[in-house]
């Protein structure tokens, strides 16, 4: 959960650094998150920040 960008900025920096989209469509609902793959294939998931949420 990204604490100083929103979901979509962080997924674009990760991408940034090498890692790759591994589901489709983010999940828009509740924690929203998206699925990706670092360089190695290690999936990892990258949820909407908590002022994205109303938290």
Do not use: Q
């Not at 990204?2 to 940034?16: A, F, H, K």
């Not at 489709?24 to 949420?53: A, I, Q, Y």
């Amino acid at each position: 959960m990204p604490t100083e960008r929103t979901r979509d900025e962080e997924v674009e920096r990760v991408i940034g650094l090498g890692a790759k989209l591994y589901e489709g469509p983010p999940h828009r609902e509740g924690l929203g998150w998206v699925t990706l793959l670092d360089p190695e294939g290690n999936e990892f998931c990258v949820e909407r920040s908590k002022g994205e949420r109303g938290l």
